[in-house]
């Protein structure tokens, strides 16, 4: 036994160099972990609301997940499809999909590619690595609704620019605002652009535009008929001197950071990622002009609790 005892020793020093030397290497000796890759698809058809927020949502995956970020424009289904094929082999984490007609292609494309994280912003199915976000705007446009009742009294006007379920959702929550500050006042519908020049006769001062950013055709017509308006998403001028009274808006970046985080933290799962008025996301930004307007941020302060505490149903009410 004692003339094993050399080699026990010799062994035993052996291992514990062994081990130091594996825990002291320089860092530049182990692989560094591979950073995160977000890849956003843009549809042709994206709104200019996107095409403003791109740029900020980029910067803020890089500073918050020090994330490579890159992006294509996309037109046609083909080129869709390609896209979408060519983002799964190469194992990106995960992808954005702005604009209509991703739904079907990622949904053929997505079960090929488990690892990676689809994310539309339309379409109606979700699956085990596809999600979906939807910004749901009828609390703040009940904020709208409110705004428009205080600074405009008691005729609100709404422009009918073609509905579907989502101007539905923002017309009916407005007209619920404006009515829990005037519950007999009058709502007019204006149809079409050329139908805002007749509100004023009808004695409106202000009126909701739901079907997305105005464009500069729309906010030209009001400017001239007297018209204040509530948009869904703030021109490119911002408030356009001071025609657009309040903007409903999405933080997309923040939508979108959020979305990465559960990637980041192994949380992601096929859903539809909702973001409302109370979730942060969603708001009514009112023009600075207004700022310090003291019944009106005492009006919008009591409709926001309201909401936000579920006292408020918005209910279709037969526009």
């Known amino acids: 036994m004692k003339h094993h005892l050399p080699w026990i020793r010799l062994a035993a020093v052996l291992a514990v160099v062994l081990v130091s030397w594996v ?13 995160l890759r977000v890849h956003i698809i843009v549809g042709g058809d994206a709104d200019q609301e996107w095409d403003q927020g791109q740029e900020a949502t980029e910067r803020l995956l890089r500073e918050a997940f020090d994330a490579v970020t890159t992006s294509i ?6 080129e869709r499809r390609s896209a979408l094929e060519a983002a799964g082999r190469h194992g990106l984490e995960i992808v954005f999909c702005v604009g209509s007609g991703f739904e079907r292609p990622v949904l053929s494309v997505a079960p090929r590619y488990p ?3 689809f994310v539309l912003d339309h ?12 910004f749901l705007f009828s609390g703040a446009a009940y904020l ?7 600074v405009g009294g008691s005729t609100v006007g709404i422009v009918d620019l ?3 379920s989502e101007t539905d959702d923002i017309e ?19 149809a079409g652009v050329g139908g805002i020049q007749v509100l004023p006769d009808v004695g409106v001062k202000i009126a909701l535009t739901s079907a997305g950013p105005p464009n500069p055709g729309l906010l030209a017509v009001a400017e001239a008929s007297g018209v204040r308006l509530v948009t869904v998403g703030r021109p490119r001028q911002d408030f356009f001197n001071n025609l657009v009274i309040a903007a409903i808006v999405a933080d997309v970046p923040e939508a979108i950071r959020r979305i990465v985080a559960d990637v980041v933290d192994d949380t992601f799962t096929g859903k539809v990622y909702a973001f409302d008025l109370g979730s942060g996301v969603v708001d009514l930004r009112l023009n600075p002009a207004l700022a310090g307007n003291e019944e009106l941020e005492q009006a919008l302060d009591q409709a926001r609790d309201a909401v936000n505490a579920g006292m408020v149903e918005i209910e279709a009410l037969g526009l």
């Open 23 to 35: 825990g002291c290497r320089p860092e530049a000796l182990l692989k560094p972990p591979s950073p």
């Open 73 to 78: 424009r996309v037109h046609t289904v083909q």
């Open 115 to 117: 690892r990676t994280a």
């Open 123 to 134: 379409g109606e199915r979700v699956e085990f690595n596809v999600a979906r976000v939807e």
């Open 144 to 150: 709208g609704g409110v705004a428009a009742a205080v």
């Open 162 to 164: 073609g509905r579907n």
């Open 172 to 190: 009916t929550g407005f007209e619920q605002g404006f009515r829990c500050r005037y519950p007999w006042g009058r709502v007019e519908v204006a």
